[in-house]
């Protein structure tokens, strides 16, 4: 099925300034192992790079709410992250860490090509900075009001309600989350990569040479294309992070951005002296693992600095999943709105897999999903428990109990054609879980290796073996029957654990180890044949592989989350960047404190109107979006609002709204918009309307 000759594959590199959460999980980190675990089922050559993302604004925001130095914040959650990945079964070859000698190395070497090459540009420009603390400040360090949907608590780099792409000039009264001061600019130097220059080649690798990509990640670039790309700073002023390697640069390090995907390079030194066989040969394929917000920096950013550099392969594919909610509110580390990997593990362990299987189930791959201890509890006793583990454990004890604890022979002269046709539903299923692990759809590869198992038990069921055991006395012949049914379940339970190793390979050796066979049995070459166990083998007693979650087991996590959510205004600092599929969330559980005084002159420069919602649509690509057409009695204006997650376009459409009719024109997803639409978030952070009581005359003015 493959032309290449070896394969690579990266996961995302965490910020080390936190633990894991389930979110990051989902996002990249269980997707990529599955698939890992099966391409080396498949014998080929393949190694699965990850790391811990040291460098960077989030690092050095964490240590300063620990007061200790980076570097022991680094070192305090790369070990965390680590072992969580290790419980969770991620099997990477190499978890690396950025802050490693080869790395600086590597990272630095790379910058200085680009710069050798001529392929910089090198500005003087002014840049915001804090005059209390006097630090240039990254985009992460400012905050103030959203242009677009007025979130108070908008990054200078992006607004976490709308999600709007901002800098800090579009920031309402910003300020500087070190010391709360009002930025000033300040003139810094930095080297730019012209993004631009790069364009075309990006357009016809991308748009035309890789349709077959995730409708996410395939829209997103393309959005991003026909908006135009712009050079981008590599540098940035700070202590902390890979030195610039060029004169007189004290006090800049490369970007994180730049700097931490040559992390999965500089990894794959540190795990093979033949690292430039799977990064420098076309018979590559190099497979990105991340979450969505990640896509422009691994299908954009890195690519163009690669083909900059020369000699490397780019990816084949970046499959980034969408993100998991929690409990139906979307994660936020600030606000402790997490499940956490860590503790996870010391409140169901040896639970890796239960949750490796819901994620998986509940993966999302086209939308966000939401994760809730309920569906949890539902899906591992109504699928592992009562299908899969159900159909693998009556085999074991019937087996026992009615053919002597061997597998019995199969008798070729009583087969009927449901013994036939689910001996050909092992090759089928096994054909439709390859298919679907090869294009990156696990949900339905898992789905399909529980219909499998569901086919096992309807054809258990059927046969009845318990029931025509009864029969032996006057019919010895019958034994037939119940060995045929038997032995063809038992090898159906060989094939399950092959196809369920990808997704769940602790449950998988616990069938090996049932079964007294060795690891080898899990090639994928051995899926689908019907003489996996050797007839008269003895096999291992049963054994429950699963067992189910209680309601107050599910009670106690629910309120142990709701338990540890910070109040918003203890999280006011601003999160980190998120890496693997984390949605970082505006909390809003609470009232918010009257800004500052203005006077009667700054009021009055606002020019707010009543407009009726005549049209109203989804932006493609963008799940928070909403394409307005508002009817402003002298004119229709095209308006982009952000708030598709609360409204549907057919139930705003009609509604008078007060628009801010002298906003300055701004470009969202390359369409452009002419105002905004007011709006009030209540205590639950479900946004309403601010609109008149009584219909009026479109155009009115509101004072």
């Known amino acids: 099925m493959s032309n290449f000759k070896r394969y690579l594959v990266t996961a995302a590199l965490p910020y080390a300034n936190g633990p894991v959460h389930i979110g990051h999980l989902a996002g990249c980190y269980l997707p990529a192992d599955i698939y890992v675990r099966y391409q080396r089922a498949q014998k080929r050559d393949i190694k699965f790079i990850g790391g811990s993302d040291e460098h960077g604004v989030p690092i050095t925001i964490r240590a300063m709410k620990e007061g200790v130095s980076p570097q022991q914040i680094v070192d305090k959650y790369h070990a965390l992250i680590k072992e969580s990945f290790d419980q969770m079964g991620i099997s990477f070859d190499i978890y690396s860490r950025t802050s490693n000698q080869v790395h600086h190395e590597t990272a630095a070497a790379f910058f200085k090509k680009l710069y050798d090459d001529g392929l910089f540009e090198e500005k003087e420009t002014e840049q915001f900075y804090d005059e209390k603390t006097n630090t240039f400040l990254a985009d992460r360090y400012i905050t103030g009001t959203c242009p677009v949907c007025s979130n108070p608590n908008a990054y200078g780099d992006q607004c976490e309600r709308c999600g709007s792409t901002l800098s800090p000039e579009q920031l309402i009264n910003p300020r500087s989350t070190l010391s709360d001061a009002v930025p000033v600019k300040r003139k810094t130097k930095h080297w730019y990569f012209p993004l631009q220059n790069y364009e075309e080649w990006l357009k016809g690798w991308i748009l035309e040479g890789h349709t077959e990509w995730k409708n996410n990640v395939y829209g997103q670039c393309k959005s991003w294309l026909d908006s135009g790309l712009q050079s981008r700073a590599m540098t940035r002023d700070s202590s902390w992070g890979v030195k610039v390697p060029l004169p007189d640069t004290e006090g800049k390090v490369l970007y994180v951005w730049f ?62 999943n969408e993100f998991l909610n929690i409990e139906g509110d979307k994660v936020s580390t600030s606000r402790n709105w997490a499940v956490w990997v860590h503790e996870y593990i010391k409140d169901f362990p040896g639970g890796a897999d239960m949750l490796r299987y819901v ?41 026992h109990k009615l053919c002597g604890g061997k597998v019995p022979p199969l008798h070729a002269e009583v087969m009927d054609e449901a013994d036939k046709a689910m001996l050909e539903e092992f090759a089928v299923a096994k054909q439709k879980v390859e298919t679907a692990l090869e294009e990156f759809k696990f949900r339905d590869a898992l789905f399909e290796v529980m219909q499998l198992s569901d086919k096992g038990n309807k054809y258990m069921q059927k046969k009845e073996p318990w029931i025509v055991a009864k029969t032996l006395a006057e019919n010895p012949d019958n034994q037939k029957l119940i060995d045929n049914c038997l032995h063809i379940c038992l090898q159906l339970t060989a094939n399950l654990a092959i196809l369920m190793h990808p997704f769940l390979p602790e449950t998988a050796k616990k069938m090996l180890h049932k079964m007294k066979v060795v690891e080898k049995m899990l090639e994928w070459e051995n899926a689908g044949k019907t003489k996996l166990l050797s007839v008269g083998y003895s096999l291992r007693a049963p054994e429950l592989l699963f067992t189910k979650i209680e309601n107050d087991v599910v009670a106690a996590q629910v309120a142990k989350l709701k338990a540890g959510l910070v109040k918003p205004a203890e999280a006011a600092k601003p999160e980190a960047e998120s890496k693997s599929g984390e949605a970082a969330a505006v909390a809003h559980a609470e009232p918010k404190a009257v800004k500052e005084t203005i006077q009667y002159d700054d009021f009055a420069k606002l020019d707010l109107r009543v407009g009726t919602i005549v049209a109203a649509e989804k932006v493609p690509k963008a799940d928070k979006l909403l394409k307005l057409q508002v009817d402003l009695g002298f004119e229709t204006r095209t308006i982009v609002s952000g708030i598709a997650e609360h409204f549907k376009p057919e139930d705003i459409t009609g509604k008078q709204v007060v628009v801010v009719a002298n906003l300055a024109p701004r470009k969202m997803r390359g369409i452009e918009s002419n105002g905004m639409i007011l709006m009030a978030d209540d205590k639950a952070g ?18």
């Open 259 to 320: 700097d931490a995907p040559i992390g999965y390079i500089s990894a794959t030194k540190e795990l093979t002296e033949q690292w430039d066989d799977y990064w420098c040969k076309d018979d590559t394929k190099l497979v990105h693992f991340i979450g969505k917000d990640n896509i422009v920096f691994h299908c954009i950013i890195f690519p163009a600095m690669l083909k900059a550099h020369g000699g490397f392969v780019l990816p084949e594919n970046v499959p980034a």
């Open 359 to 399: 994620l998986c189930a509940n993966a999302p791959e086209t939308k966000d999903n939401d994760f809730t201890w309920a569906d949890f509890q539902t899906r591992i006793n109504s699928e592992l428990v009562n299908n899969f583990g159900n159909f693998e454990n009556r085999a074991f004890v019937l087996m």
């Open 686 to 703: 479900k946004l309403h309307f601010i609109n008149p009581v009584d219909a009026i005359d479109n155009g009115s003015s509101v004072s």
